[in-house]
T-cell receptor
Framework: DQQVKQNSPSLSVQEGRISILNCDYTNSMFDYFLWYKKYPAEGPTFLISISSIKDKNEDGRFTVFLNKSAKHLSLHIVPSQPGDSAVYFCAASATGNQFYFGTGTSLTVIP | AAGVIQSPRHLIKEKRETATLKCYPIPRHDTVYWYQQGPGQDPQFLISFYEKMQSDKGSIPDRFSAQQFSDYHSELNMSSLELGDSALYFC????????????????FGAGTRLSVL
């Protein structure tokens, strides 16, 4: 049973525009969420996190929004750059060290 | 900066053979996690160790075992390999657990690609 879902397997965005990646989860006990970026032949790289006590966390061009009532989080990248092209995973945890990952969204930023 | 190191990067085995994957965490990280990512799938949590003790267990088959050694490196031992074990195996490390000051953010290695023929 997939507890974390990323329903868009791919996304294409023009350079300079906003990229919005979405993630839904089913377990209401999840209270910590992370976004990872993965390039081919490399391991996932931590991008940004958010805990359930917040609804927004911003780090440079990256902002994560959390809507607990909808069990939904999103990652906004603005402005998008060609180097942002990668697979993005969201992951969630329920105050433990076991994280559940989504299936990933492949982002392509077109120059 | 030092990252998580996994060895080997690629491994080819035949059915029913055994395999050992190694993970060297970032210095001063005390927690190690193992994940399995099949083709087109999300990473699935297998097992984690905190201060050399098993801390969480996920979907790790009974044919697999793992341990964390005194120097904090970890090894994932896989026996009686099956075709379905072919996957990318990631190791991640963190300093502290969720809820601690450092938040337990996991840093991943590049992975070991295991192919079972």
């Amino acid at each position: 049973d997939q507890q974390v879902k990323q329903n868009s397997p791919s996304l294409s965005v023009q350079e300079g525009r906003i990229s919005i990646l979405n993630c839904d989860y089913t377990n209401s006990m999840f209270d910590y969420f992370l976004w990872y970026k993965k390039y081919p032949a490399e391991g996932p790289t931590f991008l940004i996190s958010i805990s359930s006590i917040k609804d927004k966390n911003e780090d440079g061009r990256f902002t994560v929004f959390l809507n607990k009532s909808a069990k939904h989080l999103s990652l906004h990248i603005v402005p998008s750059q060609p180097g942002d092209s990668a697979v993005y995973f969201c992951a969630a945890s329920a105050t433990g060290n076991q994280f559940y990952f989504g299936t990933g969204t492949s982002l392509t930023v077109i120059p | 900066a030092a990252g998580v190191i996994q060895s080997p990067r690629h491994l080819i085995k035949e059915k029913r053979e055994t395999a050992t994957l190694k993970c060297y965490p970032i210095p001063r990280h005390d927690t190690v996690y193992w994940y399995q990512q099949g083709p087109g799938q999300d990473p699935q949590f297998l097992i984690s160790f905190y201060e050399k003790m098993q801390s969480d267990k996920g979907s790790i088959p009974d044919r697999f075992s793992a341990q964390q050694f005194s120097d904090y490196h970890s090894e994932l031992n896989m026996s009686s390999l099956e075709l379905g074990d072919s996957a990318l195996y990631f190791c991640a490390s963190s300093h502290g657990r969720l809820g601690s000051m450092t938040g337990g953010i996991q840093y991943f290695g590049a992975g070991t690609r295991l192919s079972v023929l």
